[in-house]
T-cell receptor, first 112, second 112 residues
């Protein structure tokens, strides 16, 4: 079954509100990537986290990798309509590391 | 660079028919993968390749075949289409193990 779980599946916010999606793996990950897919589009790479406890920022987006390298989160501050889309985490397991396994994604919709 | 290209964009098949989804990349990437995307299921890995002549199964390989005779091309074959294979199929490539992954525009397949 799905070994990378992502919650929530859907999130609807008012423009300006914050948004967070969480990613949990049943096994330790060597690193984790985040992707964004706009409606009707294809996934586009956002960032990769490698180190335990790592935090990276891209403007209003903050990405964290857990200390045990089994979970990660993406937080968007003050959402804008351009943030609409589905956000996916994807992990490389330590065993079978060539496979990049995706979570189910969190679909973000925004009320302007 | 064209990046990752996929053909066709749309396809309708009858149950039992076979077809090949084409994927090509011009970035000289070693790793290529096929994913299917279904509502609520995220992106599930079908097959992947870590170089020409080398392929392996992903999470949902049944009913699909792949081959990798060149670095550039990674076709996905549906042997005998079933309605359960109705999905959006994405091909992706990346330079190496923990590099960012580039996705093609997708093929929307309907099996009736």
């Amino acid at each position: 079954g799905q070994q990378v779980m992502q919650i929530p599946q859907y999130q609807h916010v008012q423009e300006g509100e914050d948004f967070t999606t969480y990613c949990n793996s049943s096994t330790t990950l060597s690193n984790i990537q985040w992707y964004k897919q706009r409606p009707g589009g294809h996934p586009v790479f956002l960032i990769q986290l490698v180190k335990s406890g790592e935090v990276k920022k891209q403007k209003r987006l903050t990405f964290q990798f857990g200390e045990a390298k089994k979970n990660s989160s993406l937080h968007i501050t003050a959402t804008q309509t351009t943030d609409v889309g589905t956000y996916f985490c994807a992990g490389f397991r330590i065993q079978g590391a060539q496979k990049l396994v995706f979570g189910q994604g969190t679909r973000l919709t925004i009320n302007p | 660079n064209a990046g990752v290209t996929q053909t066709p964009k749309f396809q309708v098949l009858k149950t039992g028919q076979s077809m090949t989804l084409q994927c090509a990349q011009d970035m000289n990437h070693e790793y290529m993968s096929w994913y299917r995307q279904d509502p609520g299921m995220g992106l599930r890995l079908i097959h992947y390749s870590v170089g020409a002549g080398i392929t392996d199964q992903g999470e949902v390989p049944n009913g699909y075949n792949v081959s990798r005779s060149t670095t550039e091309d990674f076709p996905l074959r549906l042997l005998s289409a079933a309605p359960s294979q109705t999905s959006v199929y994405f091909c992706a490539s990346r330079r190496g193990f923990s590099y960012e992954q580039y996705f093609g525009p997708g093929t929307r397949l309907t099996v009736t």
